[in-house]
């Protein structure tokens, strides 16, 4: 490690995403043109308009002051109240928090779950989100192997834990993989979590994107167990349900009121508060959420049932995804490296995709929790990950113009 390297911020790589992220704004001012964005999980459908003018009423009426750190009591009851028929959750308005996307809940209630030398159990192909937050709070993340239809297994996981592991992570719908766990699979995780007097994170940012089963929300399976035992820490967001991404809103239901009274401490410390209008917002669109996330979940169904096929077809997509909003391609064939791939694709065709190594970064750490040096899984070297929650013409030119370079790449 070189030695100027003093902060663990200052040891972590920048993200694929971030990279690809400029690299596309670059091309497009170079050349003016635009490019095929199938690198961010950004919808091309508008919130309900109910959201909006909840928004803007709110500010009207000079609703622009605080809420308390935990958010707004009414979002709150409305949140609980959706918990629990929506979701088969137990929770309360006292375990409840509200944060400015589910991305900063997480990075808040991973602050409040660090302890000196934890250690956090991530799947070894994963949302970089999740790495560099653990790393952030202080946590060792422990990557853990995935079979090869990237679903966990218990064993693994349990063969990767140590007397250290404090966390075990879950995403269903996952980013990037797509792909959806089933109630024997979490009530498994949870049982080992369990055994083992681990916290669970459930991250369900997609829990309203299945287009095979149904979303199971981890938290629903310890329902019957008394609030003081429980250990599921769940995480929500209304960015992708009701294609709120700008607006910055999300929550964290608690597993009991011990955990929920740390996290206000490290919520208080990190933002003091959500926006407020932002949250009449939410209220708004709690309200009318089945009528909008059940017609968003049908325009990226329809992306995904109409616009991916040929990828399959072509052999570069082994299985539609059964959820979320991202698929990642195979492109060994082209005998290209993922980053590669992507740089050239970006280059000739005005296509942006994400290398799908920037998935799977293996981190070495030193005795602080600083990454000393990293690689990348081998195996995910030809992965490449695609966005199908994107307008559907776009979509369907991206997909065209990655058949036609792999095409060509193959005939190099
Ligand atoms: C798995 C996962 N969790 C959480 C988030 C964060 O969403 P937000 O902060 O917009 O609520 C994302 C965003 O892409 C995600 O992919």
């Not at 080992?192 to 991250?203: C, E, N, Q, T």
């Not at 429980?230 to 709120?244: D, G, N, Q």
């Not at 052999?315 to 064939?333: H, N, Q, S």
Request: charged fraction near 25%; aromatic fraction near 6%.
């Amino acid at each position: 490690m070189s030695p100027d390297i003093l902060s663990t911020a200052e040891s972590i790589p920048s993200s694929c995403l971030h990279r690809i992220f400029r690299a596309a704004e670059a091309r497009e001012e170079e050349t003016g043109t635009e490019v095929v964005k199938l690198h961010v999980g950004d919808p091309y459908f508008d919130p309900a308009g109910n959201v909006a003018d909840a928004f803007v009423d709110a500010v009207r009426r000079g609703d622009t002051k605080y809420t308390g750190v935990e958010g707004l009591p009414e979002l709150r009851a409305a949140v609980v109240e959706k918990l629990r028929t929506d979701n088969q959750v137990d929770s309360a308005v006292s375990r409840l928090l509200i944060s400015p996307g589910s991305c900063q809940g997480l990075a808040a209630l991973l602050q409040s779950l660090a302890e000196p030398g934890a250690e956090i159990l991530l799947p070894e192909l994963h949302w970089p989100v999740h790495l560099q937050q653990s790393l952030l709070a202080g946590f060792r993340p422990v990557l853990y192997p995935l079979g090869a239809d990237f679903r966990p297994d218990p064993e693994a996981i349990a063969a990767a834990a140590t007397p250290r592991t404090r966390v075990l992570l879950i995403n269903s719908p996952a980013n990037p993989t797509g792909v959806v766990l089933d109630r024997g699979e979490l009530g498994a995780l949870l049982d080992l979590a369990r055994a083992r007097g681990w916290h669970v994170i459930s991250d369900e940012a997609y829990e309203h994107f299945l287009y095979e089963g149904e979303h199971v929300s981890t938290a629903s399976l310890e329902r019957d167990v008394p609030v003081g035992e429980r250990i599921v820490h769940s995480v929500f967001s209304f960015s992708k349900s009701f294609a709120m991404t700008g607006y910055r809103l999300g929550y964290v239901a608690l597993a009991n009121d011990k955990a929920a009274d740390v996290m206000k401490v490290s919520q208080e410390a990190n933002i003091i508060g959500t926006s407020t209008p932002v949250q009449y917002a939410g209220i708004a669109a709690l309200r009318s959420r089945a009528e909008a996330a059940g017609l968003n979940r049908k325009l990226v169904q329809h992306n995904r049932d109409v616009l991916l096929p040929p990828l399959v077809e072509a052999g570069l997509l082994r299985e539609l995804p059964a959820g979320g909003w991202y698929a990642m391609l195979d492109v060994e064939r082209t005998g290209l490296d993922a980053e590669t791939f992507a740089e050239r694709l970006l280059e000739s065709k005005g296509v942006a995709v994400v290398p799908g190594n920037g998935f799977a970064m293996r981190p070495q750490l030193d005795a602080q929790g600083r990454i000393s040096s990293h690689d990348y899984a081998p195996w995910a070297r030809h992965l490449v990950r695609i966005a199908f929650c994107v307008d559907p013409e776009a979509l369907e030119t991206g997909v065209r113009k990655i058949l036609e370079f792999v095409d060509e790449s193959g005939r190099k």
